[in-house]
């Protein structure tokens, strides 16, 4: 049949086969493009109901008084689906504007009848074509579209979804959600804001090309996030789904079609987009194969040459409209063709991801999308190889037989579940082992201390306390071994570090004050202690960043991804990037640990008059300098870090002397106090 025949013949059968239809546009693994192109027509509107067959729906959702509920009611729709119709109005308690979903009439019955006649089908072509249906996926699609239908018929399954996003998005600055209001909502009828704002169309004729731009980054970070971070994913972004605004903010609309991802199918993903950039074919296809079920006689050797091809064509047009979602696409497609079945929700995640690159590449046609998600997907593979629970995780299955075999067990030999209560008591008895080793070196020489104590040495004796450093010391080591029981223990191992760090500091100033040092002075001596530390941690982001690049804001921006990634990682602090003007790399810090330490020690004022301040002189040190209205540690609700790189300077960054300064001013504080909070 062809492919505008089938469009037609679905639209004649009902509205179950019209949702057929748009579900298998988003299926190339099932069907040629032809009939995708095609299928997608019926994404489009469709012919409405007159309003007098929609009351009686309003009134037995919402009560025979529904119109009380409302101050007005357009009976004209402004959309109609295959499902249901919107209605704009405006709700009578608060006279907001609102959209107003409402189920068509006799629907359910409807849509039960057209399932019960596909699955017909389906048991008749079974028997008439045993073996190609079991080398098929089509039957478990089905089984999935009828599961995802009847969902779909439920209206408060769509709000708690809503909900769901606005969870997962809620520190979004850019991003918004319509608002459900459940006292106007029912399983038939859908109640949300009403959302005013600009087309795709019209964003593209008004706004300029780096507020397109901006536009772009902000949804590449807000599709990797659903993609990658969370796992619920908006499946249908096409652009009647999302309205602008002059801000530079947008919303988000219609969630019937979601898809969700595991964490290993999510891991997965990161693994094999790492290895695709990196120009490893083999390493991805493994990556790849692993999400699959194979078929009876699948040809591996086939697929990964085919495979490789596509890999081969994308890495040698870089500039050609070959997209990377495109090729990810087309790959599964090849992946089924030679016998390797993925399931549905990667099918729709890879679906989704090439319907979000259209519109991306509508405000910017020369965007690439792998590299604008490179710095995101390295944050979430630090993210979530760091994690705590996830190294306990991968300690536990693959450490013993390393450490006494040299072995690396295959991964086939690891059990999927095992007792974790049994697994939990073995690596906390090894954690105190390793506690007490550590705690062994510290308190005998151990790097950490020594180098610490060296700097505080050398600190002390340019302020004329070299006679009382040993003193000092000591009293700063039994004050720090008070403190440590209450340090929480952190989910990486930089929040680790650095909490650490924050008790020694605070024991420091302790055991200052008990030697009569006023406190503005032992804020200048621990301050300066610290830029000698935070200095030499400061030495291997810039290396790394210099290496890449001469451009100042790049370097910056390099240095301080690297380290928003350690010591300063996720999720031990949290981050939010931060649009800003050019050459201005902007973002704030929502949570710091140490911030939270040194706020539940009741001294705050340390903070910041200590480790807040280092980040100017650092922005100094990196070529640039940094402004700042408050910190966490101050009052305010955030950190806010904008980091200004000096365009002039295109040789590298300032030359370091090894002295402090003070709040960007380039002011040297030779052992002076700093002059107040930033």
């Not at 009828?189 to 980054?217: K, P, Y």
């Not at 400061?538 to 210099?546: C, D, I, M, Q, R």
């Amino acid at each position: 049949m062809a492919p505008k025949r089938l469009v037609h013949c679905l639209l004649a059968l009902g509205p179950a086969f019209v949702k057929l239809g748009q579900i298998l546009s988003t299926r190339p693994d099932l069907l040629p493009e032809p009939y995708i192109d095609a299928l997608v027509r019926l994404q489009a509107d469709q012919p409405p109901v007159e309003f007098a067959a929609l009351e009686p729906m309003l009134a037995d959702a919402l009560g025979v008084d529904w119109r009380q509920r409302f101050q007005a009611f357009d009976a004209e729709p402004v959309a109609a689906a295959s499902l249901a119709q919107v209605h704009r109005a405006r709700v009578g308690d608060t006279g907001a504007v609102v959209a107003v979903k409402i189920q068509r009439p006799d629907i359910r019955r409807r849509v039960l009848r057209d399932l019960d006649a596909v699955d017909l089908g389906l048991w008749w072509a079974r028997r008439l074509m045993p073996r190609r249906m079991r080398r098929s996926n089509i039957p478990a699609f089905f089984a999935e579209f009828r599961r995802y239908t009847l969902q779909e018929l439920d209206f408060s399954n769509e709000a708690r979804t809503m909900e769901r996003f606005r969870g997962n998005l809620r520190d979004s600055a850019f991003v918004h959600l319509p608002r459900v209001h459940w006292e106007h909502s029912a399983p038939t009828v859908l109640t949300m804001d009403w959302i005013d704002g600009l087309s795709l169309r019209e964003v593209c004729a008004t706004f300029d090309q780096n507020a397109r731009r901006g536009l772009v980054h902000r949804l590449i970070e807000t599709l990797l996030a659903m993609f990658v971070s969370d796992g619920l994913f908006h499946a249908d972004l096409h652009p009647g789904n999302i309205r602008f605004h002059d801000d530079g903010s947008f919303t988000l609309l219609d969630f019937g079609m979601y898809g969700e991802l595991t964490p290993v199918q999510r891991d997965r993903f990161i693994l094999y987009w790492v290895a695709v950039v990196q120009e490893q074919p083999q390493r991805a296809f493994h990556h790849f194969t692993a999400q699959t079920r194979r078929l009876p006689g699948a040809d591996e050797a086939a697929f990964f040459a085919r495979f490789s091809e596509l890999a081969r064509r994308w890495y040698a047009s870089r500039l050609s409209e070959l997209s990377f979602t495109q090729v990810y696409l087309e790959m599964m497609r090849a992946g089924y063709r030679y016998g390797f079945v993925f399931p549905p929700e990667l099918i729709l995640h890879a679906k989704a991801l090439t319907t979000a690159e259209a519109l991306i590449f509508t405000l910017d046609p020369d965007a690439r999308f792998e590299a604008i998600s490179r710095p995101v997907i390295a944050r979430e593979l630090t993210r979530r190889a760091g994690a705590l629970e996830s190294i306990r995780n991968r300690l536990s299955q693959f450490l013993p037989e390393l450490l006494l075999l040299g072995e690396v067990m295959p991964v086939e030999a690891v059990d999927e579940t095992w007792d974790q209560s049994a697994t939990d008591e073995l690596l906390t008895e090894m954690a105190k082992s390793v506690t007490e080793s550590l705690r062994d070196q510290l308190e005998h020489g151990g790097l950490w201390k020594e180098l610490l104590e060296r700097h505080v040495r050398q600190v002390l004796a340019e302020a004329g306390l070299r006679d009382a450093s040993d003193e000092i010391l000591d009293a700063t080591w039994e004050h720090y071994y008070r403190i440590e029981p209450d340090i929480p223990v952190a989910p990486t191992f930089g929040a680790i570090l650095t909490t650490h760090l924050a008790g020694a500091t605070l024991g420091l100033y302790r055991a200052l004050r008990e030697r009569d040092v006023d406190k503005r002075r032992a804020y200048g001596l621990i301050y300066d202690t610290g830029w000698r530390l935070y200095r030499q941690m400061g030495e291997s982001p810039l290396l790394l960043a210099s290496a890449y690049t001469r451009d100042p804001y790049k370097r910056l921006k390099i240095a301080t991804e690297l380290f928003r990634l350690f010591p300063f990682g996720e999720p031990g602090y949290r981050w939010q990037d931060v649009t800003a003007a050019p050459g201005v790399v902007a973002f704030d810090c929502l949570e710091c640990p140490v911030a939270r330490f040194f706020i539940q020690n009741n001294e705050p004022e340390l903070c910041v008059n200590t480790w807040c301040n280092l980040d100017f002189p650092l922005a100094e040190k990196w070529g640039g300098h940094l402004e700042r209205t408050g910190t966490i540690a101050s009052g305010a609700s955030r950190c806010d870090f904008r980091w200004h790189a000096d365009m002039e300077s295109q040789g590298g960054a300032q030359p370091d002397d090894g002295a402090p300064r003070h709040l960007g001013t380039g002011r040297r504080v030779p052992g002076s106090p700093p002059g107040g909070q930033p």
